[in-house]
Structure formats: structure tokens, C-alpha cells
């Protein structure tokens, strides 16, 4: 790879806002992809498609510590700096990646709360993320204000807080969701991942196959209650600590009442290493 395919990088929101107003008054258009860097191929494939979309990409790498609770991985998250920028070259044009004190500066006090999509789930089990991510987000598009910022389906709540977030604030940016890149297990890609023992990773791609025997029972016209209780059974079986296996509205993330289009939405633990995963499934309308 030669040097020059590698991203420009800047640390400060002030050259970031210098750099794109530059291309701005060109007249051309940008995509930002927030990420927490460990980069992998779901992350890639965001790229990507920010590059199909946009005339610049520009790459967020910041491991956001309002995101972790206390207790979580935000010492041990992984980070692969150099591997990063070898994986953006020739895809991304700018890499932003601020310091802690460059985002929070001494005297902050300001965080961005968002209900609907944002209660219950990782809401009720990470108490704490959501304003962590919405307040970073809504920092990251203000500071860069894309025309478009690509958010993965495999933080599906996530990506609905989001868009609600983007559309509440009234930010001129389109939020795109790109779906999840798996293993060729059905493993979904994570920074995670690598906290797996090797035990562990022969037992992680059950949490995929428990989502889509859930799927599979709501298509053939199971209940709801029973499709949830019997992903759980399995997932314990299988030796995972279930934080929730639930089947919403896709749209709302709300109780999957009278709705044909259902995410089915799971978390659930292997030892200390938290994963979750989800996928869509529509209700025959003969069940509604
Ligand atoms: P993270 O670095 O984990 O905060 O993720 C940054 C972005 O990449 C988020 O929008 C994630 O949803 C997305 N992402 C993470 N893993 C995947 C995956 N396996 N497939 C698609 N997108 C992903």
C-alpha cells in the first residue's frame, strides 16, 4: 500500500471543520462513520458505503469512555491503531480521532437523553449508554456535519436512537443503516469478539442460530411469549447468561402487538464477554 493511499488524520474538531468546509465550498459531499476503531469488516463494509455515497469519507476512531458504566471493558477495549489506518487506506480521506479531552473539555456538563427507542433493552441493562452514545453522535455530526453517517444493523437499538436523536435535534444529516457482516458461522463481527476463549467462540455462534429458530417459529405463527421463552432455554442450555431475548415492533422497538415487521433482539454473556446480535423476521399478517 503506499503511503499516500493512507487517510489524512486530525485530532481537533477545528481542522476537522477546516478540512470539510474545504470540500464543502467545492461543492462536494461528505459521509462520516463514527466508530470506536478496532476496525473489522462490519466497519469496512460501512465504509464502503459511505464511499459509494459520498465524494469524501471521513472515519471517526474514539473509544468514547461516557458509553462504558463503571465496571465495563473500557480499559481492556481493543486498540489496533496502526491496523486501523492500514485497513482505511484507499477507502477513507480523513481519520478523526480527538482525545478524551478534545470531546469532553474540562466543565462539561451536557448530555443528550433520548426515550422512546432508548428504554428498555440495552437501555435497561446498560444504564447510562444511550445518553453516552447520543451525546458523542450528536458531537461527532455537529463537528463534521455530513450529508450522510452510516450506522451498523447490528446495533440495531442503537441506530433507531439515533435516527430518532438526528430527527428530534433537527441535524441535517441522513442517518443510512448498513446490514450486520457475519462470520461464515453466523457469528456477527465485533471488536469483542477477541475476549472469547476458544471454548467460548465454538459456543458464541448459537446466539445467531437462537435468533433464527426464533424467527422460524414466529414465521410458521408461534406466539411471541413462547418464541422469546424457548430462545432463551436455548441459549442457557447452550451456556450463555441471557440478559434478553425479546421479539418488538422493528420500527418502535415497541411490544410486538398487532405488527407484522419484528426485530428479534438478543444480549446475552459467555463468562465476562457481553454479545448481542438481532435480526428482522415479518409475522404472517394471517397471525395478527
Ligand atoms: P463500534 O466501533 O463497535 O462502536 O461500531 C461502529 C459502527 O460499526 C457502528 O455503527 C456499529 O453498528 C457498526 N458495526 C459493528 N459491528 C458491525 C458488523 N458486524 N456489521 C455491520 N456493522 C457493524
Redesign the pocket.
Known sequence: MEPDDYPQVTSTTASLRGVVSRWRTSGETVALV????ALHE??L??VNEARSLADHVVVSIFVNPTQFAPGEDLGRYPRTWNEDLAALAGRADLVFAPSAEEMYPEGFVTSVHVDGPALGLEGVHRPGFFSGVATIVAKLLLACLPDSAM??E??YQ?LLVVRRMVADLGIPTEIVG?P??READGL????RNGYLSADQRTVAPELHRALKAAADAIRAGAPVDAAEAEGRRRLEAAGFTVDYLEIRDAETLGRARDISDLRILAAARLGTTRLIDNIPVQRPSSKL
Open positions: 463514527p466508530t470506536m476503531g462490519g466497519h463494509a460501512l450506522f451498523g447490528k446495533d442503537q448498513a450486520t457482516v456477527a463481527l465485533s471488536s
